[in-house]
């Protein structure tokens, strides 16, 4: 970690009536997303019985920089891997689970102002890296931009 992640000294921004948690220094956002979200990437290939060291977007996620962007959510693309993984040995099913937690958190969206993370997205192809219960959120509240932290290499 370069300074520390300063997650307690990220403001809160509002677009389209969305609260987000952002992080504005891109220093910050390389700290957060190569420790905190890299821990969650790492269990998710675990989760899917892949190891973490052979995963492509891993090796390279250290050499990324990072932004704080508005993105139109129209122009974020879905990774097919991820949106058609299924685990047949133990009833998982990607697509189920990210439904039923979307509605959970449009739920929590609306009733308490829950408030957000932006979306991970690459630059080069404003393909979805992480937060897609969070999109699928965003689109059934028929949001049309959200912030997003955007990696180029």
């Known amino acids: 970690m370069r300074q520390g992640i300063r997650l307690l000294n990220t403001p809160v921004r509002r677009l389209e009536g969305i609260a987000y948690w952002v992080i504005e220094d891109p220093d910050g956002i ?6 905190e979200i890299r821990k969650e990437w790492e269990g998710d290939a675990r989760f899917e019985r892949r190891d973490p060291n ?3 977007w891993l090796k390279n996620l250290s050499k990324r920089k990072w932004s704080l962007e ?3 959510i129209a122009r974020i693309k879905l990774n097919p ?5 299924v685990d047949p040995e ?10 039923k937690r ?6 929590s969206i609306k009733m308490g102002g829950l408030v957000i993370w932006p979306l991970i997205v690459r630059e080069e192809d404003t393909r979805l890296a992480d937060g897609y219960c969070r999109y699928m ?3 059934a509240m028929n949001v049309s931009k959200t ?3 955007s990696g180029t290499l």
């Open 81 to 85: 891997e991820i949106m058609n993984y």
């Open 137 to 139: 959120t965003l689109r």
């Open 30 to 35: 390389y700290d957060y997303i190569n420790t």
């Open 70 to 72: 508005i993105v139109d």
């Open 147 to 149: 912030y997003a932290y």
């Open 54 to 56: 052979d995963d492509p």
């Open 90 to 99: 133990r009833g998982y099913v990607f697509t189920k689970s990210l439904e």
């Open 102 to 107: 979307s509605k959970e958190l449009q739920e």
